[in-house]
Every structure is written in structure tokens, then in C-alpha cells.
């Protein structure tokens, strides 16, 4: 009898072992999923921070290369020329973000996305004013051809080119100057509150050294 007993303590005790062993290879298997997903959430963090960087130095360049020249001229949409803005977007990748619903910061992944929204649209009206101002050129060289007139007045430009193509190269760069100051603005912002969250959420996360971005403000820009 003392040998059944001590085969099924033996057995329960074997049993118990593995279900011991099992549990704590599964809250092990648990921590390191959790350390994964912090690691991983800080790095996307610190890429949100690069991208933000990245496209604030766009628009920077921008405004001081092209736009800051004529900021104050009352033909600006006409002696601005047609510029190209070089190199791919970085994608903003918000997917990755949805963790700062659990934040102080909540409402920042809405602010991202209007933000990304916002430069966009600024490389898409830059893209589109180049044509039609490279149009209203053409046609206005063409004109000039055939009239021997190759000064005008900026009435006379606007006959020239049409009142249509005058209004849009008028509305365009309007909109490229507002937006770009605007989005600069923004993405000072965002960027100070993605910093916020790495800071508070993720203090181990190595953050870029950057000046301070007052350093380089908007009234430095156009």
C-alpha cells in the first residue's frame, strides 16, 4: 500500500513540477513579449521624432531658399519662380503609435495626422503652382513673340496669361506660404509632445540631440 501511495505522491508531485515549469515559461514568455513591445514602442517614437525633423527641415528649406525672398512682395505669386522640392517623403507611421491612446497625449496621433495631411498638400500646391506658372511662361513668351512685347506691366502679364491661371498662381502661392508656416508650426509642437511621451513612457530610449527648436523659429523662416 506504502508504494501506491508513494507512486501517486510521485506522480502528483511530477505533475505538479510541470505545471509549475509550464506557468513560468509562460510568465517569462509574457515579460519578454511585454519588454519586446516596449522596446519596439520607443523606437517608434524615435522614428516619429526623425520624421518630424526630417520634414521640418523640408519646409525650412523652403521658406528660406525660395519663399522668404518674396514674402513681402505684391507680386509674389509672379516673381516667385517655380522650385523642386528633392528627394521621398518619409512615411509617418501612426500604426505604430496607437500605444499613446494610453496617454496624457492622447489627442497628438489626431495632431499627426492633420499634420501629415497639411505637408502634403504644401509638396502636392508646389508641384501643381510649377505648372501652371511654367504655363502662364509659355504662353506669355508666346504672346511676347508675336506682339514684340517682352515687358509688361503686371496688368498686362495678367491679360497675358488669363485671368483664370492668373487667379490660380495668385491662390496657389498664397496657400504655399500660409501652409508652410503653419505646418512649421505644428510640427514644433509635436514634435515637443512626441518628446514628452519618450520621456515620460520610455526614459531609457536614447533621444536624438537636436538644437532647441526655438532656436530655429518660424520668424527665422518667412
Same mark, same amino acid.
Given at each position: ?6 507512486? &501517486? ?21 509574457? /515579460?519578454?513579449?511585454? /519588454? ?5 514602442? $520607443? ?42 522640392? /528633392? ?18 497625449? /492622447? ?38 513673340? !508675336?506682339? $514684340?512685347?517682352?515687358? $509688361? ?8 496669361? &488669363? ?29 515637443? !509632445? ?5 520621456? !515620460? ?22
Amino acid at each position: 500500500m506504502n508504494e501506491w501511495v508513494q507512486l &501517486g505522491l510521485g506522480a502528483i508531485g511530477a505533475g505538479s513540477g510541470t505545471a509549475f515549469g509550464a506557468w513560468a515559461a509562460f510568465r517569462i514568455e509574457r /515579460a519578454d513579449k511585454r /519588454a519586446r513591445e516596449h522596446v519596439a514602442r $520607443g523606437e517608434a517614437l524615435r522614428r516619429c521624432m526623425f520624421v518630424l525633423l526630417a520634414r521640418r527641415t523640408v519646409l525650412m528649406n523652403i521658406s528660406r531658399q525660395h519663399l522668404s525672398h518674396f514674402a513681402d512682395h505684391p507680386l509674389r505669386h509672379i516673381t516667385l519662380q517655380p522650385f523642386f522640392v /528633392a528627394g521621398d517623403e518619409l512615411p509617418l507611421e501612426l500604426d505604430a503609435l496607437l500605444f499613446i491612446f494610453d496617454s496624457a497625449e /492622447a489627442n497628438l496621433l489626431n495632431r499627426l495626422q492633420v499634420h501629415s495631411r497639411r505637408y502634403r498638400t504644401i509638396l502636392w500646391a508646389i508641384e501643381f503652382r510649377n505648372r501652371v506658372h511654367l504655363e502662364g511662361q509659355e504662353i506669355a513668351a508666346q504672346l511676347a513673340s !508675336a506682339t $514684340g512685347e517682352t515687358e $509688361g506691366t503686371a496688368e498686362q502679364f495678367r491679360m497675358l496669361v &488669363g485671368p483664370h491661371r492668373w487667379a490660380q498662381l495668385k491662390d496657389l502661392t498664397d496657400s504655399i506660404y500660409e501652409s508652410v508656416t503653419a505646418a512649421i508650426e505644428e510640427i514644433d509642437s509635436d514634435y515637443r !509632445a512626441v518628446e514628452a511621451v519618450a520621456v !515620460a513612457m520610455f526614459p531609457e530610449v536614447k533621444l536624438f540631440k537636436v538644437r532647441e527648436l526655438a532656436a530655429q523659429s518660424i520668424g527665422d523662416a518667412v
